[in-house]
């Protein structure tokens, strides 16, 4: 083992993805387990902790996307409930953090907190919540009629949604606890509240006390610059999609700047990109088998499908091997691609710098979507990625990241039993957990007390900059 002193000895923060639906994760190989069976997501829950990771996450997808009208069939891999999986997942594990995605959009703060605060009690205080914003219609269909919610009013019913959950989690004394012994409760306030807003109006009794770290671990992921002073001020986390050096130190910058500006220390924020690895014995086999897996990901009806997402107009009449049409705002389909969150800006900006690329490079179609919808890949050998992670780390692109494999659930034991030993070895990641029983402690996050969220009010369109257009990983 090749040992190398870390530039400042930041710590690297793991997370281990557990795919919904997207390209990326390979299940039609014959190693790849099941998308909804128990033992897919308890395998990788405990190789995850096996490697000394801070958390295991899931995304949230709330409706089966449609393409051309139908279902593709990468889009429909298993959806399920993630605060039920994740309760499944916290009786088999002792120290793992669990990071669940559910949006502020078309939840109610009461259910969710009750919902989050039971997993806070279940894991001994191992719970996230990654908070999104989804907004279209075509998911809210499934949950009222009409389904939207006016994108300028997203992050402002977020904001308030956080805050409401804040107030339920914090209406119990936290010596509340374990006073089960037939007496009155001696607080009559204790578990009151009443949150009058402009998204809730509600009062009544919150039925579960003070649970252990006190609130779950808060996260955030959506790019536009409501998005970041929304995160900058509330959480303490961002699942970002800027998994690249320049991007992510760019990201990483911008962010940390909002939230010395909202009055907080930056080191309370740890920025997470999204990340993928292949490993090689040598540079040369890594690449290599990093051709295979993309091949494997990007099929030639892959191929096709992510271009008319990108392109939103039907090009089955185009070879995936062949070169690449001009996009066409004239021939734009709306509706062609429902259920992808996308960020504000022109719809077709994404296919323009693609065709740029495609054009700049000769690509046909197929090389083209492997060379631009892909997320950011370590490839390498062992030592390779090791480096580049713990590079990334130490010069301020991320404070870690949420890793992702083709094969799931079993291709993060290669990782673990691979690249985590050079991570461990620099001293970048606990060899046992010792820090402390919570996900917050071993964030190295300080401990929460009522009302220790000053950032979260309600929002102020004022204090934004100009919105910038973002895609989304
Ligand atoms: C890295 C990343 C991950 C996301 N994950 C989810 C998700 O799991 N489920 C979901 O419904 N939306 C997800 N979103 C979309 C956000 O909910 C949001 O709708 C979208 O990013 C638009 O917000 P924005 O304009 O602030 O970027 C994600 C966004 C980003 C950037």
Redesign the pocket.
């Known amino acids: 083992m090749t040992a190398r002193a870390p530039a400042n000895g930041k710590q690297v923060i793991l997370g281990a993805s557990f795919p ?1 639906v997207n390209h990326h994760t390979v299940w039609g190989d014959p190693r790849a387990g099941s998308q909804i069976a128990i033992d897919s997501f308890v395998h990788l829950a405990k190789t995850a902790e096996r490697g000394r990771f801070d958390f295991f996450f899931q ?4 409706r089966v996307r449609e393409h051309k009208g139908r279902f593709y069939e990468l889009d429909i891999a298993g959806r399920p409930h993630i605060a039920v999986v994740q309760a499944a997942l916290a009786g088999v594990t002792r120290h793992l953090g669990f990071l669940a ?1 559910i ?1 502020t959009t078309f939840n109610e703060p009461y259910d969710l907190a009750r919902q989050l605060a039971t997993l806070n009690h279940l894991s001994d205080g191992r719970t996230g919540w ?1 908070i ?4 279209d219609a075509f ?1 809210g269909e499934n949950f009222r009629r009409g389904g939207y919610l006016p994108r300028d009013e ?2 402002e019913r977020a904001a308030e949604f956080v805050r409401t959950a804040l107030e339920l989690w914090d209406s119990w004394p936290a010596e509340s606890l374990g006073t089960a012994g037939g007496e009155f409760v001696t607080d009559p306030g204790a578990g009151r509240f009443a949150h009058r807003g402009k998204h809730f109006d509600i009062e009544g009794t919150f039925p579960i006390p003070t649970a252990p770290q006190r609130h779950p671990v808060l996260v955030q ?4 610059d ?2 970041r002073e929304f995160a900058a001020r509330t959480v303490d986390a961002i ?3 800027f998994g690249e050096p320049g991007p992510g130190r760019e990201f990483y910058a911008d962010v940390k700047g909002r939230a010395r500006r909202a009055g907080r220390d930056p080191d309370t924020l740890k920025i997470l990109p ?1 990340a993928s690895f292949v490993l090689g014995d040598t540079p040369g086999e890594a690449a290599e088998r990093a051709r295979e897996v993309a091949l494997a990901q990007v099929t030639p009806a892959t191929a096709l499908a992510l271009l008319e997402q990108t392109w939103l107009r039907d090009l089955s009449d185009h070879d995936p091997d062949g070169p690449v049409p001009p996009v066409d705002a004239d021939g734009v389909e709306v509706g062609i691609s429902r259920g992808r ?4 800006g022109d719809p077709l900006e994404k296919a323009r710098e693609w065709y740029a690329h495609a054009r700049e490079y000769r690509l046909s179609i197929r090389e083209l979507v492997i060379a631009r919808a892909h997320r950011a890949a370590f490839a390498g050998t062992p030592l390779q990625v090791a480096q580049r992670i713990n590079d990334a780390v130490q010069t301020d692109a991320a404070d870690g990241f949420v890793i992702g494999s083709h094969l799931v659930p079993y291709g993060l034991d290669e990782f673990v039993d691979k690249v985590v030993p050079f991570l461990q070895e620099w001293g970048v990641l606990r060899t046992e957990y010792t820090t402390g029983a919570t996900f917050r402690e071993n964030l190295g996050l300080p401990p929460e007390a009522p009302g220790a969220r000053p950032g979260v009010r309600p929002f102020d369109a004022a204090e934004f900059q100009p919105a910038t257009a ?1 895609a ?2």
């Open positions: 919904g995304a949230e997808g709330l995605t949006n990654n999104v914003t989804t907004s998911h997203r992050y992921a959506g790019v536009s409501e998005g699942f970002s999609p999204g969150t996308t960020s504000t973002g989304v990983g």
